[in-house]
């Protein structure tokens, strides 16, 4: 891996985007490696979550690389987008959590990468944005589509249309991030979070991501149908046993992910 870092800390997986020369900007390179990486801790049964960040402290991602960009025919543009697209609908579809841990730039490919993890938590001194529009191209590794969805049409149009980048705070007002840290809290504050989850029944906590993202795209009636199927799959598992039992008897649950 040459534009990225992995470390297993205790059954948490943290990928570092490890390019702060350039802000950490993706390239195809970067793409492909976050690709591998994320294929990798999806069978590695070690993995129970993932953190996502930039390394330095400037950016998370401060978006796409600019000179790769330029040089883009209607092709090899379109193919781009694609391939980002698949990068990113894998880690959104990744049966375990990912937080981002926005420690600064999250603009543009940065944005859209962030948005396609399951929970936010910035940096206070974050900035967030897609402004890609101000370059005479659109986002395009999904972000027109996820942030439609996370924030409603209005205000993801007024975001798109301006290029305006905001601050971690206006962020997590309107709800396109979780939550705002302290900096030197930002990591101790996700893997907070992410040993929380990891506490919880994995098959439960994967079921749960599925019903979500899955059934988020589906009309109410059929996410509701996922849903109860999901809740009832559960129900022939050792997990839910142990879950109930351990709730009766008052007492910390031991799952074992069965």
């Given at each position: 891996m040459?534009?990225?870092?992995?470390?297993?800390?205790?059954g948490?997986?943290v990928?570092?985007?490890?390019?702060p020369?350039?802000?950490?900007?993706?390239?195809?390179?970067?793409?492909?490696?976050?690709?591998?990486?994320?294929h990798?801790a999806r069978?590695?049964?070690?993995?129970?979550?993932?953190?996502?960040?930039?390394a330095?402290?400037?950016?998370?991602?401060?978006?796409?690389?600019i000179?790769?960009?330029?040089?883009?025919?209607?092709m090899s543009?379109?193919?781009?987008?694609?391939?980002?697209?698949?990068?990113f609908?894998a880690?959104?579809?990744f049966?375990?959590p990912v937080i981002?841990a926005?420690?600064g730039?999250a603009?543009?490919?940065g944005c859209?990468?962030?948005?396609?993890?399951h929970?936010?938590?910035?940096?206070?001194?974050?900035q967030?944005g897609?402004p890609?529009?101000?370059?005479?191209?659109?986002?395009?590794?999904?972000?027109?589509?996820?942030m439609?969805?996370?924030l409603?049409?209005?205000?993801?149009?007024?975001?798109?249309?301006t290029?305006?980048?905001?601050?971690a705070a206006?962020?997590?007002?309107?709800?396109?991030?979780n939550?705002?840290?302290?900096?030197?809290?930002l990591m101790p504050t996700?893997?907070?979070l992410?040993?929380k989850?990891?506490?919880?029944g994995?098959?439960a906590?994967?079921?749960?991501?599925?019903?979500?993202?899955?059934?988020?795209?589906?009309?109410f009636?059929?996410?509701?149908?996922?849903?109860?199927?999901?809740?009832?799959?559960l129900?022939?598992?050792?997990?839910?046993?142990?879950?109930?039992?351990?709730?009766?008897?008052?007492?910390?649950?031991?799952?074992?992910g069965?």
């Open positions: 040459e534009s990225i870092k992995t470390e297993n800390r205790d948490i997986l990928i570092t985007i490890d390019r020369k350039l802000l950490n900007a993706l390239n195809a390179e970067t793409i492909g490696e976050i690709a591998e990486a994320f990798a069978f590695d049964e070690t993995v129970k979550a993932v953190i996502l960040t930039g330095g402290e400037k950016a998370f991602v401060a978006g796409a690389d000179n790769e960009l330029a040089q883009a025919t209607p543009g379109k193919a781009t987008a694609e391939k980002g697209q698949r990068t609908r880690i959104e579809r049966p375990k981002a926005i420690n730039f603009l543009g490919g859209e990468l962030a948005l396609a993890c929970i936010r938590i910035a940096s206070e001194k974050a967030l897609l890609e529009v101000t370059l005479g191209i659109i986002p395009g590794y999904g972000g027109t589509q996820r439609a969805r996370l409603g049409k209005g205000r993801a149009l007024e975001l798109i249309l290029g305006d980048r905001i601050g206006e962020a997590e007002r309107i709800g396109l991030v939550k705002v840290v302290p900096a030197d809290q996700c893997e907070e992410a040993r989850i990891m506490s919880r994995p098959l906590v994967t079921a749960a991501i599925e019903a979500v993202m899955s059934g988020s795209e589906m009309p009636e059929e996410g509701q149908v996922l849903e109860a199927t999901l809740f009832g799959l129900c022939a598992t050792d997990d839910t046993k142990e879950g109930m039992k351990a709730f009766v008897e008052k007492r910390a649950a031991e799952f074992k069965q």
